[in-house]
Nanobody, 130 residues
Framework: QVQLVESGGGLVQAGGSLRLSCEAS????????MGWFLQVPGNKREFVSV????????DYADSVKGRFTGSRDNAKNTAYLQMDSLKPEDTAVYYC???????????????????????WGQGTQVTVSS
């Protein structure tokens, strides 16, 4: 069992930055692939980024590529999403998620589906003003 708690959301002006954190409980954190998703009210969750167990393989949605950076610190049981050059359209609730499935680069697209993930955090609101 893995429990996830996000933090770091808030209100920022367009062009600004935020860093989201996702702290996990449970000694098996390092054996989980970590994903980030966003959700706008009325819409389904959308993929943002995924990072493999060791942190050396990261995939991004096209909409955030070059602006967001995923990372993790397994010693701290924490995953991060550095969000730079934020745009008003980035406004959403951001969720982190975890799955014990192994991710290979060749099958990374499968991890863009929310149904790959077994554990979810409660979400953190990110609001970008214009």
């Amino acid at each position: 069992q893995v429990q996830l708690v996000e933090s770091g959301g808030g209100l920022v002006q367009a062009g600004g930055s935020l860093r989201l954190s996702c702290e996990a409980s449970g000694h098996t954190y390092s054996s989980h692939v970590m994903g980030w998703f966003l959700q706008v009210p009325g819409n389904k969750r959308e993929f943002v980024s995924v990072i493999n167990r060791s942190g050396d393989m990261i995939d991004y949605a096209d909409s955030v590529k070059g602006r967001f950076t995923g990372s993790r610190d397994n010693a701290k049981n924490t995953a991060y999403l550095q969000m730079d050059s934020l745009k008003p359209e980035d406004t959403a609730v951001y969720y982190c998620a975890a799955t014990p499935r192994v991710m290979y680069w060749s099958d990374r697209y499968g991890f863009r589906s929310e149904f790959q993930y077994d554990y979810w955090g409660q979400g953190t609101q990110v609001t970008v003003s214009s």
